[in-house]
T-cell receptor, first 115, second 113 residues
């Protein structure tokens, strides 16, 4: 079964610092990759997605992620974080074969930005 | 996303009680999902439905049941609630044509005492 690992459980940064959150998945076939964000008290929202093509994907609010197939990774980055980026971030993966589009989520990384 | 609504938003219930969580969507999506979120465990899939007549178990379906009353409604029931079912429950939907993108409701915080 596929799995998703997020090794950083809680990250604390100061405003303007650069961010990189790790995500690794275990499935060896073709996958689609996602980052979701959950702001305090809110539901999950899609931050960005990778289906195919350019492995560097840009999402909302200045976030980007890079798919490195050889490393089974899809790390999330932002060059300069803001206090409003405080949230929980979830990486998710699904296989591409039709009929099996179930998202498998990582355990999440809680990001706290200090003003 | 106001297109996916969940009721109730918060619920406290006692061990052994039956409880139903409801999800409605106006996005016109065929597919609906129920997840639970626990601290440190992320989101885990309980049940999913690809259309009204198609119900499937997820990775943690024991102790839960679902009903897809219509394309727009998908309910989750706890037949006899137990304290370790205390969690945040999310409903999600996706479009058959873009099945990989899921849209989440605001969540139901359930506490079983």
């Amino acid at each position: 079964a596929q799995s998703v690992s997020q090794h950083n459980h809680h990250v604390i940064l100061s405003e303007a610092a650069s961010l990189e959150l790790g995500c690794n998945y275990s499935y060896g076939g073709t996958v689609n990759l996602f980052w979701y964000v959950q702001y305090p008290g809110q539901h999950l929202q899609l931050l960005l997605k990778y289906f195919s093509g350019d492995p560097l994907v840009k999402g909302i609010k200045g976030f980007e992620a890079e798919f490195i197939k050889s490393k089974f990774s899809f790390n999330l980055r932002k060059p300069s974080v803001q206090w409003s980026d405080t949230a929980e971030y979830f990486c998710a993966v699904t296989k591409t074969n039709f009929g099996n589009e179930k998202l498998t989520f990582g355990t999440g990384t809680r990001l706290t930005i200090i003003p | 996303d106001a297109d996916v609504t969940q009721t109730p938003r918060n619920r406290i219930t006692k061990t052994g009680k039956r409880i139903m969580l409801e999800c409605s969507q106006t996005k016109g999506h065929d597919r609906m999902y129920w997840y639970r979120q626990d601290p440190g465990l992320g989101l885990r899939l309980i049940y999913y439905s690809f259309d009204v007549k198609d119900i499937n178990k997820g990775e943690i379906s024991d102790g839960y049941s679902v009903s897809r009353q219509a394309q727009a409604k998908f309910s989750l029931s706890l037949e006899s609630a137990i304290p370790n079912q205390t969690a945040l429950y999310f409903c999600a939907t996706s479009d058959l044509r873009v099945p990989y993108e899921q849209y989440f409701g605001p969540g139901t915080r359930l506490t079983v005492t």
